[in-house]
């Protein structure tokens, strides 16, 4: 080899390593970046999963039971007091508008019945079935009667703080009457 190609050679392997350098600098840092966020998440969940456990080898199983039962109050509060401003909100509620109305916790806590009507017109609407199925889903009680749709759909009506009654007119069909608040 001539000493022309050697020059030629080492220029090349120059240039090759600094392609790589160059190269190799960006992934380097960009894998650096991700090992160092996989390594803070794995060292968050264990240190979350070891104060877990540490809090309940130092606070007595009593502690914890209370602590549970003062949760599920403050939720079931929450709910209440949802379920007594939905009422609010619903006892405002006019027919000449299209305002919605507030939905209800099932007693259980579960959310909002499927069955429950978006606004005052699909309320006065329902079906004797959907209503029963509504008072049963409100653990409310129901008249067994077949003609009974009205004194249902009354009582749901008053669960759920709408100021409404259904009332039979001289020609048999059912309205509902607006009922003043006092």
């Given at each position: 080899?001539?000493?022309e190609d050697?020059?030629?050679?080492?220029a090349?392997?120059g240039?090759r390593?600094?392609?790589?350098?160059?190269l190799?600098?960006?992934?380097?840092?960009?894998l650096?970046?991700?090992i160092?966020?996989q390594?803070?998440?794995?060292?968050?969940?264990?240190?979350?999963?070891q104060?877990?456990?540490?809090?309940?080898?130092?606070?007595?199983?009593?502690?914890?039971?209370?602590l549970?039962?003062?949760?599920?109050?403050?939720?079931?509060?929450q709910?209440?007091l949802?379920?007594?401003e939905?009422?609010?909100?619903?006892?405002?509620?006019r027919?000449?508008?299209?305002?919605?109305?507030e939905?209800?916790?099932?007693?259980n806590?579960?959310?909002?019945?499927?069955?429950?009507?978006?606004?005052?017109?699909?309320?006065?609407?329902?079906?004797?079935?959907?209503?029963?199925?509504?008072?049963?889903?409100?653990?409310l009680e129901?008249s067994?009667?077949?003609?009974a749709?009205?004194f249902n759909?009354?009582?749901f009506?008053r669960?759920?703080?709408?100021?409404?009654?259904?009332?039979?007119m001289?020609?048999?069909?059912s309205?509902?009457?607006h009922?003043p608040?006092?």
């Open positions: 080899m001539t000493k050697e020059a030629d050679d080492k090349v392997e240039i390593a600094l392609l790589e350098e160059v190799s600098a960006p992934m380097i840092e960009h650096t970046k991700e160092e966020e390594i803070a998440k794995t060292i968050d969940a264990q240190v979350k999963q104060v877990a456990e540490s809090l309940k080898e130092h606070t007595s199983e009593a502690l914890q039971i209370d549970e039962e003062y949760r599920k109050k403050i939720e079931d509060a709910k209440e949802f379920n007594s939905s009422r609010r909100s619903n006892s405002l509620r027919r000449d508008g299209e305002a919605q109305l939905p209800l916790y099932k007693p806590g579960d959310d909002a019945s499927p069955n429950f009507p978006k606004d005052l017109e699909t309320l006065f609407a329902l079906d004797d079935e959907t209503i029963r199925m509504l008072l049963r889903d409100y653990q129901s067994p009667a077949a003609d749709r009205d759909l009354n009582a009506m669960h759920i703080g709408v100021m409404y009654q259904m009332k039979r001289a020609g048999g069909a309205q509902p009457v009922i608040r006092y």
